[in-house]
């Protein structure tokens, strides 16, 4: 079974084969498994409806925009928005600032503010303080609130998708073999219809008609952020992508394509747009403490690596599923938060130089 859907702009498609789940019994059986099969799909697609009516900042109704329509006051929020905030921040602070959810109105600012279905853009009942950080929030977990110290736009987008991915790929579970691909994001389970491991091709970042690698990958999250899906400008003119420094406000440009091979699609989205912001080899430092593969490919087209960054012919699984002497030899071993020499950390060099730069 392979079926598509629009949500969450772009195109999510999500395949399932049954094939390895044993004999059914007969026609009744095999019809079972079908409507199984069909529901659980559904059920999968209903994440992604889901996660975008908790966290699009391009919806004016959605949960997240009645979060921002309301700061200075503790807001009473889902699990699945508190996930994704608390997720955003984790980042953040681990980056000092160089990924930094609180972005949202400057990335709105350079024309990306248009819902995908509507081509509207959402008017924003505040008006945001261009100095916010990812410190002005706070997230409850015991009240379940999150409370906006200031006027500020969320932007989700690095986490959002990579939390549908992974809780339509529980739905889909119960079979062995399946993938769910949001447009460069996917996780891939069991194995492919070629009978072996998933193939994975990573686009080249200034060839859309050529790959840059081929990956073979299992039971694991693939993402990719890249300097080439969207091109915008801000107010003076100037064009650029939509990922940007959060530090300085100005286009990332440190590297052309971050690929992150992780256990969920959350973690390896959220560490993609990290990574790309620093660019190698901080980028890479911060893969490798959190025991994930990665690539990082520089403007120059230059690559960079983690310790178990796999080649084609190999297949890449979550590392504890691997033998161990594939392993990332991470400062401080998988899960430390410890700074790599070199990287940038929390405090205030870390945090948005654009403060005194208007």
């Not at 807001?75 to 508190?82: E, F, G, K, M, P």
């Not at 690095?158 to 529980?170: E, F, H, P, Q």
Request: charged share 25%; hydrophobic share 40%.
């Amino acid at each position: 079974m392979k079926r598509s859907a629009a949500l969450m702009g772009t195109i999510i498609t999500i395949h399932v084969d049954d094939a390895d789940d044993g004999p059914t019994d007969g026609a009744r059986g095999s019809d079972q498994r079908i409507r199984e099969r069909q529901e659980a799909v559904e059920r999968a697609f209903g994440w992604f409806r889901e996660v975008e009516a908790c966290c699009s900042r391009f919806d004016a109704d959605s949960e997240l925009m009645q979060l921002v329509a309301r700061p200075g006051v503790p807001v009473r929020a889902s699990r699945t928005l508190l996930h994704a905030v608390r997720l955003a921040l984790a980042v953040a602070e681990e980056t000092g600032g160089a990924f930094d959810p609180t972005v949202g109105a400057e990335v709105a600012s350079r024309g990306f503010d248009r819902h995908y279905r509507t081509g509207q853009r959402p008017r924003l009942p505040i008006v945001p303080d261009d100095r916010a950080t990812y410190r002005d929030v706070a997230v409850d977990l015991d009240a379940e609130t999150i409370t906006l110290g200031c006027p500020l736009l969320l932007d989700l987008g690095a986490v959002a998708k990579g939390l549908a991915i992974d809780l339509a790929a529980r739905e889909l579970r119960v079979w062995k073999n399946y993938a769910v691909d949001a447009g460069g994001d996917l996780y891939v389970a069991g194995r492919g219809p070629g009978g072996g491991p998933w193939s994975v091709g990573i686009r080249h970042p200034r060839d859309d008609h050529r790959l840059i690698e081929t990956l073979s990958a299992s039971d694991c999250a693939v993402c990719t952020s890249g300097d080439y899906e969207r091109m915008g400008a801000n107010a003076q003119g100037e064009s650029g992508h939509h990922i940007l420094d959060p530090r300085t406000g100005a286009t990332a440009v440190r590297a052309a394509s971050v690929t992150v091979v992780a256990s969920t699609a959350m973690l390896a989205d959220a560490l993609a747009t990290a990574a790309f912001v620093l660019g190698p080899p901080e980028g890479i430092h911060l893969l490798e403490r959190h025991g994930v593969d990665g690539l990082i490919v520089a403007p120059n087209l230059e690559r960079y690596v983690t310790q178990g960054f796999l080649g084609p012919g190999s297949t890449l699984r979550p590392h504890a599923q691997r033998p161990a002497d594939h392993r990332p030899r991470a400062a401080g071993g998988p899960g430390r938060i410890r700074r790599a020499p070199g990287a940038a950390g929390p405090g205030p060099a870390g945090r948005r130089a654009r403060r005194g730069a208007r």
